[in-house]
């Protein structure tokens, strides 16, 4: 998993749009860069939901987010959709993004292992580097923990 003060990797990926995003286009101001396993499953939704009810305050704060999973284009536009999300939710259908953070991991449910996503967030700070990272988030209270970062940094 990349650490604090790396720089942040040279990859992007289609959003729910259809428009390519590439991470390096943000460079200069904050971004929030969070990965969850499914589009449309439990945790994943309250997950997007409280950053989307928090976008004011993240653009406010002159920060951007960004949402990743490998979910396809068209599963992050139902997604988007049926929740009013209006940042960016990327389709890292080919795992570029997910390999380059280092978000891919072992997961092991009811006793079966399978390879997946850790959910994960960064805080991409303007200078293109990695300012914090919040391996393993809890869902609960995590947006507003992020909006703190940023708005602290």
Request: with cysteine.
């Amino acid at each position: 998993m990349l650490e604090e003060k790396a720089l942040v990797p040279d990859v992007g990926a289609d959003d729910q749009n259809g428009r390519r995003v590439d991470l390096r286009t943000f460079a200069g101001r904050p971004l929030v860069v969070y990965f969850y396993p499914k589009a449309d499953t439990p945790g994943c939704t309250v997950e997007t939901q409280a950053f989307r009810d928090l976008d004011d305050a993240f653009e406010a704060a002159g920060a951007s987010i960004v949402g990743v999973s490998r979910d396809t284009v068209a599963d992050q536009k139902k997604f988007a959709d049926k929740y009013g999300v209006k940042f960016s939710l990327l389709a890292d259908t080919s795992s570029q993004i997910c390999d380059a953070f280092g978000v891919i991991v072992e997961k092991n449910m009811y006793g079966k292992k399978s390879r997946g996503i850790q959910r994960s967030t960064f805080l991409v700070g303007p200078d293109g580097r990695i300012a914090k990272v919040w391996p393993r988030v809890s869902v609960e209270g995590h947006a507003q923990a992020v909006l703190k970062a940023v708005t602290s940094e």
